[in-house]
C-alpha cells in the first residue's frame, strides 16, 4: 500500500478562551488522507476549522489529540518539513527586492548555493511565466505575479507536497487561470498539491478529492466525481432521439433503433453540494 502523502489522525484542537472559563473546539476528531500524486481540496466556511487544520498539517499549531503526519513522519518533527512547500493566504514579501533576487533569497535559506541556486531560480522563474519580469522589484508585481513567484518560492527545494491557502484570493481571472494551469501541470510532475480555498468553481476544475470541514467537523469527503453525482437521479444522452422518444426513453429505444450513447448519475455541483453540507452541519448543530 503506497504512503499517504498526509494522514490526519483523530485530531482535535481546542482553543482556550483567555480571561474566560471556556475555551473552543476548532478541530474535532478530523481523520483524512490525501493519497501521493493528488490534488486535494479542502473546503469550509469561514471559522470551519480550515486553516486550523493545515497549520496542524504544516506542524505549526501543535494538535490538542492525536497526530498528523506527513509522508509517515510525525509533523511536529522538523525533519518532516523537509518534504513541504508552503504558500499562505497573504504571503509577505520584501518589495524592494526583485523576482529573480527574492528566489535566491529562499534558496539560500534551503542551503543551495552557487550553481545550482542560480539554476534553480532560473528553472523557477521559467515554470512559474516570470522570466521577463526577473529584474522587476516585487514592489510593481501584479497581485497574480506576486503569488505565481509566491508559488515559485514554496517551489525552491523541491518539495514532494505542496500547500496552499487560497491560492487565487484577490487574483483576476486570467491571473487565476493560469495558477490553475500551474498547479496541474506540478501534479504532472508528481507533486502533491493540498489547497484550501472559498472558489468553488475553481477547485471543482482542478481537485481530484475534496474535503468539506464545518464546525471543525468533517461533514463531507471524497473523490470529487462520486461526491457530484446524485444518487437518485439518471442521465441519458441519446443518439438520433424523436421528440416521442425523450419523451419514452428506455421503452422506445429498442424499437426505434436509438443508440445510447451515454448513461450516468446526474451531477451537481461543488457548490450546491458544499451549501448542502454546511447547512446540514448547521442544523444538526442547533438540534443540540
Given at each position: 500500500?503506497?504512503?499517504?502523502?498526509?494522514?490526519?489522525?483523530g485530531?482535535?484542537?481546542?482553543?482556550?478562551?483567555?480571561?474566560h472559563?471556556?475555551?473552543?473546539?476548532?478541530?474535532?476528531?478530523?481523520?483524512?488522507?490525501v493519497a501521493?500524486?493528488q490534488?486535494?481540496g479542502l473546503?469550509?466556511?469561514?471559522?470551519?476549522?480550515?486553516?486550523?487544520?493545515?497549520k496542524?498539517?504544516?506542524g505549526?499549531?501543535?494538535?490538542?489529540?492525536g497526530?498528523?503526519?506527513?509522508?509517515?513522519?510525525?509533523?511536529?518533527?522538523?525533519?518532516?518539513?523537509?518534504?513541504?512547500?508552503?504558500?499562505?493566504?497573504?504571503?509577505?514579501?520584501?518589495?524592494?527586492?526583485?523576482?529573480?533576487?527574492?528566489?535566491?533569497?529562499?534558496?539560500?535559506?534551503?542551503?543551495l548555493r552557487?550553481?545550482?541556486?542560480?539554476?534553480?531560480?532560473d528553472?523557477l522563474?521559467?515554470?512559474?511565466?516570470?522570466?521577463?519580469?526577473?529584474?522587476?522589484?516585487?514592489?510593481?508585481?501584479s497581485?497574480?505575479?506576486?503569488?505565481?513567484?509566491?508559488?515559485?518560492?514554496?517551489?525552491?527545494?523541491?518539495p514532494?507536497?505542496?500547500?496552499?491557502?487560497?491560492?487565487t484570493a484577490?487574483?483576476d481571472p486570467?491571473?487565476?487561470?493560469?495558477?490553475?494551469?500551474?498547479?496541474l501541470?506540478?501534479?504532472?510532475?508528481?507533486?502533491?498539491?493540498?489547497?484550501?480555498?472559498?472558489?468553488?468553481?475553481?477547485?471543482?476544475?482542478i481537485?481530484?478529492?475534496v474535503?468539506?470541514?464545518?464546525?471543525?467537523?468533517l461533514?463531507?469527503?471524497?473523490?470529487?466525481?462520486?461526491?457530484?453525482?446524485?444518487?437518485n437521479?439518471t442521465d441519458?444522452?441519446?443518439?438520433?432521439?424523436?421528440?416521442e422518444?425523450?419523451?419514452?426513453?428506455?421503452?422506445?429505444?429498442?424499437?426505434?433503433?436509438a443508440?445510447?450513447?451515454?448513461?450516468?448519475r446526474?451531477?451537481?455541483?461543488?457548490e450546491r453540494?458544499?451549501?448542502?453540507?454546511?447547512?446540514?452541519s448547521?442544523?444538526?448543530?442547533?438540534?443540540?
Open positions: 500500500m503506497n504512503e499517504p502523502a498526509v494522514a490526519v489522525l485530531v482535535t484542537k481546542i482553543f482556550p478562551v483567555p480571561f472559563r471556556r475555551s473552543v473546539v476548532a478541530v474535532r476528531d478530523l481523520n483524512l488522507q501521493a500524486g490534488i486535494y473546503l469550509g466556511p469561514n471559522g470551519s476549522g480550515k486553516s486550523t487544520t493545515l496542524i498539517i504544516l505549526l499549531v501543535p494538535p490538542t489529540r497526530r498528523a503526519e506527513i509522508f509517515g513522519r510525525n509533523s511536529n518533527l522538523v525533519a518532516s518539513r523537509e518534504a513541504v512547500g508552503f504558500l499562505p493566504e497573504s504571503p509577505y514579501f520584501y518589495k524592494y527586492l526583485t523576482g529573480a533576487e527574492t528566489l535566491r533569497f529562499y534558496g539560500k535559506l534551503c542551503r552557487g550553481a545550482r541556486l542560480r539554476s534553480r531560480v528553472e522563474l521559467g515554470l512559474v511565466g516570470l522570466t521577463s519580469a526577473r529584474d522587476r522589484r516585487l514592489g510593481s508585481y497581485k497574480g505575479m506576486l503569488q505565481r513567484i509566491g508559488l515559485a518560492q514554496a517551489l525552491v527545494q523541491e514532494r507536497l505542496l500547500v496552499l491557502d487560497e491560492p484577490g487574483v486570467a491571473g487565476a487561470r493560469e495558477i490553475r494551469s500551474l498547479i501541470d506540478l501534479k504532472r510532475r508528481g507533486i502533491t498539491v493540498l489547497l484550501s480555498s472559498h472558489l468553488l468553481e475553481q477547485v471543482q476544475e481537485c481530484d478529492r474535503g468539506i470541514l464545518a464546525d471543525g467537523v461533514v463531507r469527503e471524497g473523490a470529487l466525481n462520486d461526491l457530484l453525482a446524485i444518487e437521479q441519458f444522452t441519446l443518439e438520433n432521439a424523436s421528440t422518444l425523450i419523451r419514452e426513453v428506455e421503452a422506445l429505444a429498442a424499437k426505434s433503433g443508440r445510447v450513447v451515454a448513461q450516468g446526474s451531477r451537481t455541483s461543488l453540494l458544499f451549501l448542502k453540507a454546511t447547512r446540514s448547521e442544523k444538526e448543530e442547533a438540534d443540540e
